[in-house]
Nanobody, 118 residues
Framework: QVQLVEYGGGLVQAGQSLKLSCAASGSVIHIQLMYTMSWYRQTPGNQRELVATATIDGVTTYANSVEGRFTVSRDVAKAALFLEMNDLTPEDTATYYC?????????WGQGTQVTVSS
């Protein structure tokens, strides 16, 4: 099994930046097979939304709403995922979750709150 733990959430003002980190631990084999790691976010009453994805070979994709402002990166050796968020807006306020996909098994972190004040 794999445990994912997010760090770095907090309260910022609009226009500011924040960097989230996600550390994976647990089964070495599962971590090595974790081809895709992603960031999702969720607000109360809404479905979880895919924000950004990084594959083990460095391919990244973004939601249209964050393209150009957010940067996802991954340290495969350290089993870590990062999300650098710039020019934050109140619409980015959400709980951000780290996600890892191993074969057909989904692993989730507990979430970290990001709040952007106007």
């Amino acid at each position: 099994q794999v445990q994912l733990v997010e760090y770095g959430g907090g309260l910022v003002q609009a226009g500011q930046s924040l960097k989230l980190s996600c550390a994976a631990s647990g089964s070495v084999i599962h971590i090595q097979l974790m081809y895709t790691m992603s960031w999702y976010r969720q607000t109360p009453g809404n479905q979880r939304e895919l924000v950004a994805t990084a594959t083990i070979d460095g391919v990244t994709t973004y939601a249209n709403s964050v393209e150009g402002r957010f940067t996802v990166s991954r340290d495969v050796a350290k089993a870590a995922l990062f999300l650098e968020m710039n020019d934050l807006t109140p619409e980015d306020t959400a709980t951000y979750y780290c996600h890892g996909l191993v074969l057909q098994t989904n692993f989730w972190g507990q979430g970290t709150q990001v709040t952007v004040s106007s």
